[in-house]
């Protein structure tokens, strides 16, 4: 069994910033590099049920040089912008004519030329590059950037046609997704593949926590599309779930700072507090919604299914929640503190009726 055509991609996505101005970037681009930037788009079967709300802007970058197994490479390379201040690189090493054997230790070596474990560090010259260029097009840079890495087994043809049941059969898919050497148990091996998807009879989508195997004749890249959407909404909620991780405790020592001193002063910075987590909250409700609605279903269908499962796998629904919660725990906050001020005002208000009563009760004393 012969992969005929196919490659091998590494992407890597980084949380860079609050978000991307993407026609400025795309005009920083254009006239830095005289290369045309583009809007992604599915499809056109995909686009009439599935589409981007704010299309990413793909930006194509210079070949990057590698080493896969001590000899030299070189890799396509192209970047994706996405408003909401993501930025994704892919590395794409093209691959023919090659036994599936051979298929499968290419793919191991590129993962460990370019993955964690990677001796050299191809990737942030690339990113700091795209930056560099951009910059001006970047809201608010992330001081810590965030990452996923992801990596592609694509096939467009093997020599001879099969079918996507006969792909599952006759190639060992549980070591190319998970990069393990010595043969997997079969219960390790149906774990593994258990995410398969088929749309077509000679089609065939396997996708695990990070690799995916796509078998796709006609060449279309939606799959891969999606899939890197959902690694950017697994990313962004990485970073609002820690974002708030440390806001808590700090707002549980602002909060105890508001309610202490006298009651006028502590009144008025309760206030405050409330008024800057209240715009804590809005600004990370605006982002993850806009996250959430990164790409637009309209239908139930394959891509969705694909697209739905890949953030069941990734645990983005838990991390949404997660966020979810940690936000209604600070509205209420800000709800308690706004009422404990308003209490606080009225309880002065209060006292300066009272003490003006008694003014005037001394007053009137006084003039008979």
Request: with cysteine; hydrophobic share 45%.
């Amino acid at each position: 069994m012969r992969v005929r055509s196919g490659s091998l991609v590494a992407h890597r996505l980084w949380d860079v910033a609050d978000t991307i101005d993407l026609a400025r970037a795309e005009r920083l681009w254009s006239s830095h590099e005289g290369r045309e930037a583009r809007r992604i788009q599915l499809g056109a079967a995909a686009a009439r049920k599935l589409a981007f709300e704010v299309p990413p802007a793909q930006l194509l970058l210079s070949p990057v040089p590698l080493v896969l197994d001590g000899r030299p490479a070189r890799a396509h390379a192209s970047a994706r912008l996405y408003d909401f201040g993501v930025i994704a690189i892919a590395l794409r090493v093209d691959v023919a004519d090659v036994e599936w054997a051979g298929f499968t230790a290419q793919c191991n070596a590129l993962d460990h030329a370019v993955g964690a474990t990677a001796q050299v560090d191809v990737w942030t010259p690339v990113l700091e590059a795209v930056l560099e260029v951009i910059a001006p097009a970047v809201r608010r840079p992330a001081t810590h950037r965030l990452e996923e890495d992801y990596l592609f087994a694509l096939v467009r043809s093997f020599d001879t046609p099969l079918t996507g049941a006969q792909v599952q059969e006759r190639a060992d898919l549980a070591a190319l997704l998970s990069g393990e050497t010595r043969p997997l148990s079969q219960q390790e091996s149906s774990e593994v593949t258990a995410q398969s998807f088929s749309y077509f009879e000679d089609d065939l989508v396997v996708v695990t926590w990070d690799r995916a195997f796509v078998y796709e004749p006609r060449g279309d890249t939606d799959v891969t599309d999606i899939l890197e959407v959902a690694n950017a909404q697994l990313l962004e909620m990485r970073y609002y779930d820690e974002l708030l991780d440390d806001e808590l405790p700090t707002m549980y020592d602002l909060v105890e700072n508001a309610r202490g001193g006298l009651s006028l002063l502590a009144s008025r910075r309760a206030a405050r507090l409330a008024r800057k987590l209240y715009s804590l909250v809005a600004e990370v409700t605006e982002l993850t919604e806009r996250v959430d609605n990164t790409l637009q279903v309209t239908e139930d269908v394959y891509l969705a299914r694909i697209h739905t499962a890949t953030l069941e796998l990734f645990r983005v629904p838990k991390l949404s929640a997660a966020v979810d919660r940690k936000l209604s725990i600070i509205r209420e906050t800000c709800v308690s503190l706004y009422e404990e001020a308003a209490s606080r005002r009225a309880e002065l208000l209060e006292v300066a009726i009272v003490l003006l009563i008694m003014f005037e009760i001394v007053l009137a004393l006084v003039r008979h």
